[in-house]
């Protein structure tokens, strides 16, 4: 009876995979993933979606990177273990747990109107680096704690200071971990809709976004009007975006995880 | 020397900034979602808004109740947990206790595909395969009710209280199943009577946040739910939760309007709700088990 339970939870996920492989595999081909839409969507292709949502993941490792990985070093290496580091570690948890549409008002309220950035690729970036900073931070603490003590014995038996001893000792020994869970950060950001909804997202676009500062289409934005608001498109388009997506999204994770038993197999300690 | 001290200086001040950038963060949420969303309540009264009974926000004169709303988010969520929790509780008594080798290793693949699915996807799904059906089940005028929403929202939330429950039972001590079964219990009595007890804060911990994941689910939810804002009497009906009618209404609410406060002040109450369930959560997570 229990494996009946396990066995439908664990058969669903394949069986939505299915369906849409199956049904969208007829709707996928060169023009549609390379041409720019045509008749409102109903004809050509979904190209600019496609560039969108690269370009708007792309700037938003730029800007989570650097400052989930830093606060995950302040975490492990300089963080002293009191009431102070608990509050950080309660508000990382919250900041994962907040609905993504309060994220899209939150990014609304503050990149789009406050900033004045408007309705761009780079408040809809900022945003999603918000919503992605808690898992690179996760996942980043994890991979630093992994690296064994001894490492930073000796490094500051040498006479280094603490971050020489953060630079060189540990955090090279550290990135596969990082790049891991940024990967896996990358593929929740890139199938985000809500966060985007306000915050950049355009539905039809004759061209491809100039600069940061202009909106620009995106996959989930775009599977979400087509699957709602447009009738008479073809079911086979609409299909073959979702897969287009969830290819995308699947390959993300399935490159992390590679990565994740790669480096574990390599490891030396 | 010097500068090299000062350079290290600056970086540690850098790494100390992001440390606590996660407090500033949620901090400067909140405010902003305050500073938009409390101008509403100069216009209609807390109480109003609350437990008011009608969402007309384009009416003339409005009305900014999301009593409708509530119950809507309510219901689905209830909905979600009563399915989700079982058969995650049992899939991870399963995959814990029960299952070995390669196919412990492909239900637990299968299980955390799920959470890798973007909600838009599922919600996709839900609109062209799980709709249909249950119109044809229910004989129904439309498949958009509030039990597709829930039969989708708890498929949702089942990897994070399988994930998080399968490490509550990993958790309890060898000796207790040991000992269970070393006094005649059955395997199932075990379970049962013994593990499910014992890591029965963690089970809460992992309950709580599929909770809160599910009340904060926006777009699969407005997909498949028919987002009737009206105060739902049965399952079988279409409803819209708070996070939809965020998501549906903001593109045409005209900019510092009341409609527009209005969905900020909504905002708040989301972040208050998922704020408080995280925490309480986060306390059953770090509580000692038996």
């Not at chain 2, 009710?145 to 958790?171: N, R």
Request: net charge positive; proline share 5%.
């Amino acid at each position: 009876m229990l494996f009946c339970a396990t066995l439908l939870v664990a058969l669903a996920s394949a069986i939505v995979i299915g369906v849409i492989l199956v049904r969208g595999a007829g709707g996928l081909g060169w023009e549609f993933l390379t041409a720019m839409p045509a008749k409102g969507m109903r004809a050509g292709g979904i190209f600019p979606a496609i560039v969108g949502t690269l370009e708007l993941v792309g700037l938003t490792v730029v800007f989570a990177l650097p400052m989930g990985v830093a606060a995950a070093i302040y975490l492990t290496e300089y963080a002293k273990d009191n009431w102070v580091t608990r509050v950080v570690r309660l508000a990382i948890v919250n900041l994962s747990g907040v609905p993504s549409v309060v994220y899209g008002l939150f990014g609304l309220g503050l990149f789009v109107i406050f900033c004045r950035f408007g309705t761009s690729i780079l408040a809809g970036a900022l945003t999603l680096a918000i919503m992605t900073l808690p898992v690179i931070i996760t996942a980043s603490e994890e991979a630093l704690r992994s690296v064994p003590d001894s490492f930073r014995e000796v490094s500051h038996s040498l006479g280094a200071s603490q971050w020489q001893t953060v630079r060189h000792a540990v955090l090279p020994f550290a990135v596969p971990g990082i790049m891991t869970g940024t990967i896996l950060g990358v593929s929740r950001a890139a199938g985000e809709t809500a966060p985007i909804l306000f915050t950049v997202a355009a539905f039809y676009l004759p061209r491809l976004p100039h600069s940061i500062l202009d909106p620009a289409m995106a996959l989930p934005y775009h599977l979400y009007v087509i699957s709602t608001q447009i009738p008479n498109i073809p079911q086979a388009k609409r299909y073959g975006t979702a897969l287009v997506l969830l290819l995308l999204v699947l390959s993300l994770n399935l490159l992390a995880v590679m990565l994740r038993t790669h480096f574990r197999r390599k490891r030396s300690w | 020397m010097r500068w090299r001290r000062w350079r290290e200086r600056l970086i540690e001040a850098l790494i100390r900034f992001s440390g606590f950038s996660s407090i500033t963060l949620v901090v400067l949420i909140f405010v902003f979602l305050l500073k938009e969303g409390l101008a509403l309540f100069s216009t209609v009264s807390l109480g109003d808004f609350l437990g008011g009974r009608h969402w007309y926000p384009i009416s003339d004169p409005p009305r900014f109740g999301i009593l409708p709303l509530l119950c809507g988010s309510a219901l689905v969520t209830l909905g979600a947990t009563a399915l989700s929790v079982p058969l995650g509780v049992a899939s991870a008594l399963f995959i814990s206790e029960i299952a070995r080798g390669w196919m412990r290793e492909a239900l637990k693949t299968g299980i955390e595909l799920f959470a890798a699915i973007p909600s838009v996807v599922l919600g996709f799904i839900g609109i062209t395969v799980l709709a249909p059906l249950i119109r044809q089940t229910f004989h129904l005028s439309t498949g958009l009710t509030a039990l597709t929403g829930s039969i989708t929202l708890a498929f949702m939330a089942m990897p994070t209280i399988v994930s998080i429950t399968e490490d509550a039972l990993t958790a309890v001590p060898r000796g207790y199943r040991e000992a269970a079964l070393a006094l005649g219990a059955t395997r199932w009595q075990m379970m049962v009577r013994v593990l499910l007890p014992a890591a029965a804060s963690g089970i809460v911990a992992a309950v709580m946040l599929g909770i809160g994941r599910v009340i904060g689910e926006t777009m699969a939810v407005m997909m498949v739910t028919g987002n009737a804002a009206v105060i739902p009497h049965t399952l079988l009906q279409p409803v819209r939760t708070l996070t939809a009618t965020i998501a549906a209404e903001m593109g045409e609410a005209v900019r510092a309007s009341d409609h527009y406060v209005a969905l900020f002040a909504i905002g708040i109450v989301l972040f208050v709700v998922t704020f408080v369930i995280n925490f309480m959560a986060d306390r059953f997570l770090h509580r000692e088990p038996r």
